[in-house]
């Protein structure tokens, strides 16, 4: 006896020389609707019934089918991509990816992004981007230089993400926290509790490094305090708080607490203090930036400054879309408020200054 249902195509998996993928008209003869339907049910526009969509998704899931977004590209003639430029190695840039994506699946953007690492640097990032046509780039704490920055900025809508960049003199849009405002307010936090020799981290390479150290300035005069900037060639990596310890270890005194530029920071900077058996925070106060996972961890229990990354990827994205649809020309900065979160790493000086032991 004969089935009236169409044959399935040969499966992806089965290796065979024959093998295709499936399509879309595969998934409609499966389903017994049309190629049209198909299409407007996997671009979720209206017209489609509850009882047809759930059908043509399970069609779509026996044959393993998936839309080819390059095809659907090349047809409308806009990559519907948005490039995303981000290290790994910096908890808080995941962060601010995890607000982008859904941010731009609200409006029907696909994300593509490209990770920069120890063995590819920026312009090779870049250019794979390009290479895939994305409509606007999102750059995610990018070392580019000014030029650089205006000559991507003149081929297509570019958004930077937590430096500080100032998008008048690079045509770029820019999205930060209030770095300065953020490690004002650890700055502050400490003073109430009574400190007042306050040293601060500076891990100079990271681009929203300028900013902070700013805060911690002017926080500091405000106060009528002297300043102890320990700057470290490093970036804002657990490295750059270790090299800071020993650092002020070789200070007749150790300040009573410190402000680091960023969470590892300040991880590298207790580990390193309580390896020579400086005790955190009963003789000396630490504070970071970015309220990243490890140090909600109960064993660090930092205090630290929040920066909401995803609130960040989300203003990220309606940047670029304002320039992609000419909504807005010219280049705007937002800048996000910080909130400072109190735990447990800091607590009030002890008498005196502490002596160091180096």
């Known amino acids: 006896m004969q089935s009236d249902e169409p044959p399935a195509p040969p499966s992806p998996r089965s290796g065979s020389a024959a093998a295709r993928r499936p399509t879309m008209g595969d998934v409609a003869a499966r389903a017994g609707v049309s190629r049209q339907l198909v299409s407007l049910i996997f671009r979720n526009a209206p017209g489609a019934s509850s009882e047809s969509r759930a059908r043509v998704l399970e069609a779509a899931a026996e044959l393993d089918y998936r ?179 020993k650092t002020l270890l070789q200070d007749e005194t150790l300040p009573t607490a410190v402000v680091a530029g960023n969470d590892h920071a300040a991880l590298g900077l207790i580990h390193a203090l309580l390896r020579v058996g400086v005790k955190v925070p009963e003789q000396v106060s630490v504070t970071g930036f970015d309220d990243s996972r490890v140090a909600q961890l109960s064993y660090v229990d930092l205090t630290t400054v929040h920066q909401d990354g995803s609130e960040m990827g989300r203003f990220a994205v309606e940047a670029v879309l304002e320039r992609i649809t000419a909504a807005r020309t010219s280049p705007t900065e937002v800048v996000v408020a910080p909130t400072l979160i109190v735990r447990g790493s800091t607590a009030a000086p002890p008498d005196g200054h502490i002596p160091s032991s180096s």
Not at 86 to 103: L, M, N, R, S, W
Not at 133 to 155: S, V
């Open 67 to 245: 839309p080819n977004t390059g095809a659907r590209a090349l047809r409308r003639g806009t990559s519907r991509s948005l490039g995303v430029l981000f290290q790994p190695k910096h908890t808080p840039e995941a962060d601010v990816v995890g607000g982008i994506y859904p941010a731009a699946h609200r409006v029907s953007y696909n994300v593509v992004l490209s990770a920069l690492t120890p063995a590819r640097d920026e312009e090779t990032a870049v250019a794979e981007l390009l290479g895939y046509r994305c409509e606007a780039l999102i750059l995610i704490g990018a070392h580019m230089g000014l030029d650089d920055l205006r000559r991507l900025a003149a081929q297509l809508p570019v958004v930077s993400v937590g430096g500080g960049v100032p998008e008048g003199e690079t045509g770029c849009d820019v999205v930060r926290s209030a770095g300065d405002v953020g490690v004002a307010q650890a700055v502050d936090h400490l003073v109430q509790l009574g400190h007042r020799h306050i040293a601060y981290v500076h891990g100079q390479r990271m681009p929203s490094a300028k900013i902070r150290q700013q805060g911690y300035l002017q926080a500091m005069a405000r106060h009528g305090l002297p300043p102890r900037v320990v700057t470290t060639p490093e970036d804002y990596i657990e490295e750059s708080g270790a090299d800071a310890a």
